[in-house]
């Protein structure tokens, strides 16, 4: 029955219920060896990474795993009293952006500075890469030689009208590369670069990118843009249909003649809330050890960033290539003015 | 006089009832100005549910980085037509689908009639992105059904047609197929209550099956239809993931990218508001064209509107009719995630699962109690209440629903925050006690999330309910001494329960899809089956996100049968 007592016990019933279901968060939250982990990774490998570093420290991390931009909103109305000790980031211009909001505290470390390359760190320790994705072309072997393909400036030829798949310009990772060519080659050279993308794409913008590389075997198109870790993937945990697919596609790293690969990172560093400063540290360190440094690379095909590390067999066989030595700080800072650009030339 | 025009209740009022005490006119006078507890206690939760949308209009007073500018010269324009078109197509699709299958499982007898009434729900437990995922993978270029097509016929590219579903009709099926099911059931729900006799007298003056159902069933269920056609295009317009996948450029991809691409967290905000004005003109302009007219049955004969049985080629077309959306919206992704399921599913199938599905019931379950107890106070001050302010509060408190996911979330996080802090700085201050983060990361805000994001769906579910139950049972009621409380719990309870069951179903479904606000509101190591799912389709594994979705499904079926049961139980 559907009566208001009944209704205000009810409401009670449950907020108590909820406070009570509550209450073991907070209380775990403030308890002292712990780490509080906010990450927009969520692969199932890094797991046995949390697992090891705890087995290691005795630390125990606990993890809220979001959208890096939702959770840098959720690190802001928290405030000085977030939880947040170590935020993670699977793209260099989120977690710059977490620095220019102050979210981040600079952390100076030896283990760090000397094993994550310059390129792949903020120059004053506010962040730190763990693992890179380059974004690459991706052939049709039947339909292209790898003699025809050079640079990524080169795809804006005419030679490639109605053969190149791309996604939406919504895709962080279209803005990152655009903003590495804001970085090269200027405004007005990017702009008119995006325009000759955009007229020869095979097909409007849509899917993601496995969605562009299948479509390239089946002959939707000749060249696609994509990451290496999604080629990855499809090579770790083929479907069915993928058997056709990776047989036919070949990875091209384009401008190895000049400024090198493009590549993207992921990483993060030290909340400036964190109450257990030392203990954010160790974990920090602890990502660019060595069987760490394997799991966050297995984990999504990644590339490693300390040296002596090796890729996994699933990109390794891609073969070596030169990175594109830019900071990542600096095409993260160009996203925005990448964007207006890609929106300019109708880039969907 | 036609049955859509009841008396205005002004024409009821207080001073023309006759043989009243001052005491009884005073009474019912105070009830009209909705000054009392109840009518306070509206106002108040429809004030703490405003708050984040006040968070996001406090926008309006700054500026922004000038992506406004930028926007209304590149993407903007072709967003809003875009946007237009998907309020249209989806709103004409949702009504059509779900107030013809609704009147013809109610109205008619037909081989499987029985099983499609419950049938026709299981769309709404599909996440829209999942259908839009599993429906490019299966009719995509290099997908089974065009890859067959080219391996029998040996075709190429350039040799046939295909029809492209990425575009804005297509996006548009893909939404229809998912939220059809909230018109059906408001449609369903308003054309079981109708009085049989109101159908009996219109037949008995001659008029067919189809005329009474033109005449009277459709302007009857008007209220009902309107508020799951507003719950659908809502849902439709706050819709992230499917358009975006599908490539077409809506204003909630515009905000995205204004927000998230340009670092413009203010002009994103205005946006929204500009989104939700959208959204208010439109219920306002439907409120408009309903005018003054009451939808109340005059008669409580609870009998069940007579169904008529179908036969031969009318039984076979009501079916195929029933069916398709069943077999479009269901069975066919249902099939072809099971298929993606089995070819390499979760690696974490097992245990794992069970404790996702624990939690995503729990979430859901709470949340389908509190949300209604939540709408029927708002649905009951509306009612009674003929304050300005109330209908208002209430309005702009159930538009949460129309607003991007991520962006409402994020207006739940500030003055969740805000308030944390105060406290904790009041309790330091005076008490040399740190309270932290009080409710922030707890499961408090999350149901507070989930009041902000579907109390519209609450509220307009028991209000369309309400509209069916005239003024004129509360205006005894109350002559006969009853108060306030004894109204709403022994006198409208009964008479809404199916509307309050369906809230809950409704809620109950749409937490366990619920996405932004549950990942980003959520407590520490606190997974559920949605956010696995979208964890895994995010990577583009679609394949192994196919389980949780499937596990969504499964558990969506459970409050589905039960509602149905219970509806049953009430009807016969």
Known sequence: MYTPTSRRQFLAASAGLTAALSAPAIVRAQA???????????????????????????????????????????????????????????????IERARELGLLAPVNSEVLASRVP???????????????????????????????????????????????????????????????????????????????????????????????????????????IANTYYLGNAIRKPQPADAAVLE????????????????????????????????????????????????????????????????????????????????????????????????????? | MPPNAVPDRIAMSASALPGNTLLRTSALARLRRGVTPLTFAALGVALIVALPLLSLAASLTQSGAGSLQHLSRTVLPAAVLNTFGLMLLVGAG?????????????????????????LLLLPMA????????????????????????????????ADYWFPDIHNLGGVSLMLTLVLYPYVYMLARSAFIEQSACIMDASRTLGGSMSESFWRIALPLARPAIAAGVALALMEALADFGTVEYFGIHTFTTVIYRTWFGMGDRIAAAQLSIGLLCFVFLLVALERQARGSRRFARTSRRERNLGARPLGGVMAGAALAVCALPVLLGFAVPAFLLVRLHLSGGDPLFGTRFVHYAANSFVLAGLAAVIVVAAGALLAYALRVSVSPLTRLAVRFATLGYAIPGTVVAVGILLPLGLFDN???????????????????????????????????????????????????VDHAARTLGSTQGALAGRIHAPMLRRSLLTAGLVVFVDVMKELPATLIVRPFNFDTLAIRAYQLASDERLAQSSTAALAIVVIGILPVLLLTRAMRQARN
């Open chain 2, 94 to 118: 949702t009504a059509l689908v779900g107030v013809i299958t609704a009147w013809l499982v109610t109205a008619f007898r037909f081989p499987g009639s029985r099983h499609l009434e419950w």
């Open chain 1, 32 to 94: 002292a060896q712990v780490l509080n982990l906010y990450s927009s990774r969520h692969y199932d490998t890094d797991e046995a990474l949390y697992t090891n570093f705890t087995a290691a420290t005795g630390i125990r991390v606990n993890r809220i795993e979001a959208g890096p931009d939702a959770l840098i909103e959720r690190m802001r109305a928290e405030g000085a009293n977030s939880p947040a000790d170590v935020f993670v980031s699977v793209d260099a211009g989120r």
């Open chain 2, 126 to 157: 599909m996440p829209a992105y999942i259908i839009g995922y599993v429906y490019t993978d299966a009719l995509a270029f290099v997908g089974p059904v065009q890859s067959a097509l080219r391996a029998w016929f040996g075709w190429s590219k």
């Open chain 1, 248 to 348: 036919k596609i070949a990875v091209f790293f384009p401008n190895q003649a000049g400024r090198g690969t493009h590549i993207n990172i992921s990483g993060g560093g030290l909340c400036t809330s964190s109450k257990n400063p030392q203990a954010a540290v160790r974990f920090l360190e602890y990502l660019v050890s060595e069987p760490a440094q394997r799991f966050l690379a297995d984990g999504n095909d990644e590339y490693p960033v300390v040296a002596g590390v090796a890729p996994p067999a699933t990109i390794a066989r891609f073969g070596s290539f030169k990175a594109d030595q830019l900071n990542a700080g600096v095409f993260a800072r160009n996203n925005a003015q990448a964007l207006q650009i890609m929106d300019r030339v109708g880039w969907k």
């Open chain 2, 422 to 472: 105060a406290l904790d700085r009041f309790m330091r201050n005076s008490f040399g006690v740190s309270t932290g983060l009080l409710f922030s990361g707890t499961l408090v805000a999350l149901m507070f999330a989930y009041l902000v994001r579907f109390l519209a769906i609450a509220t307009g579910g028991i209000e369309a309910g309400y509209a069916r139950i005239g003024m004129n």
């Open chain 1, 118 to 224: 310059a390129s792949l760190r903020d120059p004053n320790g506010y962040w730190f890469g763990f693992s890179s994705r380059a974004r690459v072309i991706m052939y049709n072997k039947d339909k292209v030689s790898p003699a025809e393909l050079s640079t990524y400036e080169d795809l804006a030829h005419p030679k490639w009208k109605g053969r190149l798949l791309t996604r939406s310009s919504t895709a962080i990772y279209n803005q990152s590369l655009t903003g590495s060519i804001l970085a090269a080659n200027g405004e007005a050279a990017t702009e008119a670069w995006a325009r000759g993308i955009v007229a020869n794409m095979a097909r409007p913008p849509r899917g993601g990118d496995t969605d562009q590389f299948r479509a390239c075997a089946a002959g939707e198109g000749d060249l696609a």
